[in-house]
C-alpha cells in the first residue's frame, strides 16, 4: 500500500487550473514560479513541448500541461505562468517548467483526504494521477509530476514526425 495515504501526514499542495478542471502539485518539487515570459520554441518537438526557456543561464524545457492531457495547446493569457521543478533523473535534479492557465493557492491535504484514483471517469491518463484530494468544497486532481514529467517517455514522443510532417 502507498504511503500518501497515511492520515498522520499532511501534505502542501500548490492548486492551480488547466482549463475548467483544478489540479494540485507537491510543493517538495517546486523550485520557483515565474510570470510566463517568451518561450523559445523548438522545431520538430511535439505539441506538449512548449518550448525552452533560459533561467538564469540553464537551459529549461517548457512542458505545456494542456497540450500534454487534452492534446492542445494552452492560450495564453495575464494569468498564466510557469512552475519550475525539479525532478530526480538518474540521481541527478533536472529542473523542467510546466506551464499552467492559473494559479489558485497553497493547501494543506491530509492523506485521509486524498482517496485513490478511480479507474474510470478521468479526462487525463490515470498513471498522471497520485490521487483525489478534497480542498473545501472541491475535488482537486493531485499530479504524478515522475509520470507526467517522464522524461524516457517525453523523449520517445520527440523521435515521432510532427503530425502533418
Not at 492551480?16 to 520538430?44: C, D, H, Q, W
Not at 505562468?81 to 517548467?97: H, K, T
Not at 478534497?134 to 522524461?151: G, P, Q, S, W
Amino acid at each position: 500500500m502507498e504511503e500518501r495515504h497515511d492520515a498522520e501526514r499532511i501534505n502542501k499542495y500548490l492548486t492551480f487550473s488547466i482549463g475548467k478542471e483544478l489540479y494540485g502539485m507537491n510543493i517538495g518539487t517546486i523550485k520557483e514560479i515565474i510570470e510566463y515570459t517568451s518561450v523559445t520554441a523548438v522545431p520538430r518537438t511535439p505539441l506538449h513541448i512548449g518550448g525552452v526557456l533560459n533561467l538564469r543561464g540553464n537551459v529549461v524545457p517548457i512542458i505545456d500541461l494542456s497540450a500534454r492531457f487534452y492534446g492542445y495547446a494552452s492560450a495564453v493569457t495575464k494569468y498564466s505562468c510557469i512552475v519550475v521543478v525539479e525532478l530526480d533523473v538518474a540521481g541527478e535534479r533536472v529542473p523542467m517548467g510546466v506551464l499552467i492557465d492559473a494559479l489558485r493557492e497553497v493547501v494543506d491535504v491530509q492523506g485521509e483526504d486524498i482517496e485513490t484514483t478511480p479507474g474510470f471517469g478521468a479526462k487525463i491518463r490515470n498513471d498522471f494521477i497520485a490521487g483525489i484530494g478534497k480542498v473545501r468544497d472541491e475535488f482537486v486532481i493531485m499530479l504524478n509530476l515522475e509520470r507526467v514529467l517522464d522524461i524516457e517517455e517525453l523523449a520517445a514522443f520527440d523521435a515521432r514526425p510532427a503530425a502533418g510532417a
